[in-house]
């Protein structure tokens, strides 16, 4: 027979194998999780030191121009739409599509029933 000694020695030898298969080495489920979250935090440090020194209104001003004259499109024909029910058939709203020369539809306003 054992000893009491070995078979503590087996039993603990035992014990600890279990304890390294639970400490099982997992990938990380997101992995630049981490990252992205640090990124975003230091964006958001620079636009506060933006807002506090007034950078900030001129950047903006200025991505506002861009867009407004993005924004404009050449339009060359207006048509009248109708906006329908898929089940019923029945017309919902009506409105104006505006189509510039490549044929493309540049801004919709639609208008109640």
Same mark, same amino acid.
């Given at each position: 027979?054992? *000893? ?12 600890? !194998? ?6 099982? /080495? ?12 640090? @990124?975003?935090?230091e964006l958001r440090?620079?636009? *506060?030191?933006?807002? @506090? ?6 950047? @903006?001003?200025?991505?506002?121009? /861009?867009a407004k004259s /993005? ?5 060359? /024909?207006?048509?009248? !739409? ?7 058939? @029945?017309? !919902? ?11 493309? !539809? ?8």
């Open positions: 027979m054992l *000893s009491a000694k070995t078979s503590a020695l087996w039993v603990m030898s035992l014990g600890i !194998i279990f304890l390294l298969n639970g400490c099982d /080495d997992k990938k990380d489920p997101y992995p630049g999780f981490s990252k992205m979250v640090s @990124e975003r935090q440090k620079a636009i *506060s030191k933006e807002k @506090e020194t007034g950078k900030t209104q001129v950047r @903006e001003t200025r991505d506002i121009k /861009d /993005d924004a404009a499109p050449t339009v060359v /024909d207006e048509r009248q !739409i109708e906006i329908t029910d898929s089940i019923s058939g @029945e017309t !919902i709203a009506r409105g104006v599509a505006y189509v510039n020369k490549d044929g493309k !539809i540049t801004r919709i306003t639609v208008y109640q029933k």
